[in-house]
């Protein structure tokens, strides 16, 4: 080797410390470059967070109400199509059995929400209705009949050897409740339908309960049966004495226009079977409640008590009394107090599905809302309900 060689060699050995900064400085670098990238990914999130901040305050409206529930995305759905007139979201919304009470109807009608029905479910239980005490049921057709036995069956002693001779047999009648539709017709203007702190669900369940409670209640007791359920007021009435089926037997007072002394009340208990009497309850509205809580026994006790317990209804000779304000005030002649049991003696049948549909065009700038829903109602059994006349006879 000669001494060119020997030098050039020597001369591309390097010492420990310079392979050492050699080593750091590529570290560096690649740490250098491994920050630039972090910082780089970092400010590409940041950037992206306010560019979708931003459009999410442009499309928000401002908040009214601190509670904000965005809610199912059926409500949501229904909540569209109140405010907008957007049924895309129904159609192509796919509805659990389990959620609704029926299917929906294919006329161009769509069920409530089962949050908003249940709401005008409650309200209607909860009025001054017949509905509390009456026979509620649930059809799917057009009527509703209800088979009644109401005569009795021949029967007669037999001896041994005497030949049997033929007894009567029981007939049935059939009593067909027709139902009919009830509806309302509440408005909204747009401008409150397009603000989002406005309770578009609650006003429309408070509005049409405060409607179909008032219609039915007026209905199921004095009720022509045209267009609407058949009353229990509305069947002809006959002195219990000489009661017949097909007529509501009435017990008079013995006072025109008046109660007189109270006897006639236990009349009027008495004149029911005793196998209804057991399920007995009054109904009556407020004006006569008020004549028959000043009435007292021989003893000076009054025959009205008070409920014991909060929610528990009055008891007048001890059978629960219910409030119908749609009864009649206490005149001459009137029908004001009614008796009997009522489960047995006046039947309800409804479909139990809610219809609405919008309407932003008759009414501009107003949007109509029409809500349907059908009912019907009629005296099942005769022989389960007594009358007081305030009469003489």
Same mark, same amino acid.
């Given at each position: 080797?000669?001494?060119t060689?020997?030098?050039?060699?020597?001369?591309?050995?390097?010492?420990p410390?310079?392979?050492?900064?050699?080593?750091?400085?590529?570290?560096?670098?690649?740490?250098?470059?491994?920050?630039?990238?972090?910082?780089?990914?970092?400010?590409?999130?940041?950037?992206?967070?306010?560019?979708?901040?931003?459009?999410?305050? &442009?499309?928000?409206?401002?908040?009214?109400?601190?509670?904000?529930?965005?809610?199912?995305?059926?409500?949501?759905?229904?909540?569209?199509?109140?405010?907008?007139?957007?049924?895309?979201?129904?159609?192509?919304?796919? &509805?659990?059995?389990?959620?609704?009470?029926?299917?929906?109807?294919?006329?161009?009608?769509?069920?409530?929400?089962?949050?908003?029905?249940?709401?005008?479910?409650?309200v209607?239980y909860?009025?001054?209705? &017949?509905?509390?005490?009456?026979?509620?049921?649930n059809?799917?057709?057009?009527?509703?009949?209800?088979?009644?036995?109401?005569?009795?069956?021949?029967?007669?002693?037999?001896?041994?050897?005497?030949?049997?001779?033929?007894?009567?047999?029981?007939?049935?009648?059939?009593?067909? !409740?027709?139902?009919?539709?009830?509806?309302?017709?509440?408005?909204?203007?747009?401008?409150?339908?397009?603000?989002?702190?406005f309770?578009?669900?609650?006003?429309l369940?408070?509005?049409?309960?405060?409607?179909?409670?008032?219609?039915?209640?007026?209905?199921? !007791?004095?009720?022509?049966?045209?267009?609407?359920?058949?009353?229990?007021?509305?069947?002809?009435?006959?002195?219990?004495?000489?009661?017949?089926?097909?007529?509501?037997?009435?017990?008079?007072?013995?006072?025109?226009?008046?109660?007189?002394?109270?006897?006639?009340?236990?009349?009027?208990?008495?004149?029911?079977?005793?196998?209804?009497?057991?399920?007995?309850?009054f109904?009556m509205?407020?004006?006569?409640?008020?004549?028959?809580?000043?009435?007292?026994?021989?003893?000076?006790r009054?025959?009205?008590?008070?409920?014991?317990?909060?929610?528990?209804?009055?008891?007048?000779?001890?059978?629960?009394?219910?409030?119908?304000?749609?009864m009649?005030?206490?005149?001459?002649?009137?029908?004001?107090?009614?008796?009997?049991?009522?489960?047995s003696?006046?039947?309800?049948?409804?479909?139990?599905?809610?219809?609405?549909?919008?309407?932003?065009?008759?009414?501009?700038?107003?949007?109509?809302?029409?809500?349907?829903?059908?009912?019907?109602?009629?005296?099942?059994?005769?022989?389960? &309900?007594?009358?007081?006349?305030?009469g003489?006879?």
């Amino acid at each position: 080797m000669s001494k060119t060689e020997i030098k050039a060699r020597a001369g591309e050995e390097q010492t420990p410390l310079q392979e050492v900064k050699r080593a750091m400085t590529g570290f560096l670098g690649s740490f250098r470059a491994f920050q630039d990238e972090i910082e780089s990914k970092l400010q590409q999130a940041e950037e992206r967070l306010t560019m979708l901040d931003r459009r999410m305050q &442009i499309a928000a409206r401002p908040h009214l109400s601190a509670n904000q529930d965005g809610g199912t995305p059926h409500r949501k759905a229904f909540s569209a199509y109140l405010r907008g007139g957007d049924d895309d979201g129904l159609r192509g919304l796919e &509805i659990e059995s389990k959620s609704l009470s029926t299917v929906v109807n294919s006329d161009g009608g769509y069920l409530v929400d089962p949050q908003t029905a249940d709401m005008v479910k409650s309200v209607l239980y909860a009025t001054a209705s &017949i509905r509390a005490v009456a026979s509620v049921v649930n059809v799917e057709a057009t009527t509703y009949d209800v088979l009644i036995d109401h005569t009795e069956l021949g029967a007669g002693w037999a001896s041994e050897t005497a030949a049997a001779t033929e007894t009567a047999t029981p007939q049935i009648d059939r009593i067909s !409740i027709q139902l009919h539709e009830l509806s309302a017709l509440p408005k909204a203007s747009q401008r409150l339908l397009d603000d989002s702190a406005f309770d578009v669900e609650g006003w429309l369940a408070a509005r049409i309960a405060d409607k179909f409670a008032r219609a039915e209640a007026a209905a199921f !007791i004095s009720g022509d049966g045209v267009d609407k359920p058949m009353g229990m007021l509305t069947h002809t009435k006959v002195a219990n004495s000489g009661w017949t089926w097909g007529n509501l037997g009435y017990v008079a007072t013995g006072v025109d226009g008046g109660i007189g002394d109270g006897d006639a009340i236990v009349d009027l208990v008495y004149a029911l079977g005793a196998q209804y009497r057991a399920n007995g309850s009054f109904v009556m509205n407020s004006k006569s409640a008020g004549l028959v809580r000043k009435l007292k026994d021989a003893d000076g006790r009054f025959l009205w008590s008070d409920g014991l317990a909060a929610g528990e209804p009055a008891r007048l000779l001890g059978y629960p009394v219910v409030i119908a304000e749609d009864m009649p005030d206490a005149a001459s002649n009137s029908y004001s107090i009614a008796f009997g049991d009522f489960a047995s003696g006046y039947t309800i049948a409804e479909r139990p599905d809610l219809r609405i549909l919008r309407d932003p065009f008759s009414a501009k700038p107003h949007v109509l809302f029409y809500a349907t829903k059908r009912v019907g109602g009629d005296v099942s059994d005769f022989a389960a &309900i007594k009358l007081l006349k305030f009469g003489v006879s």
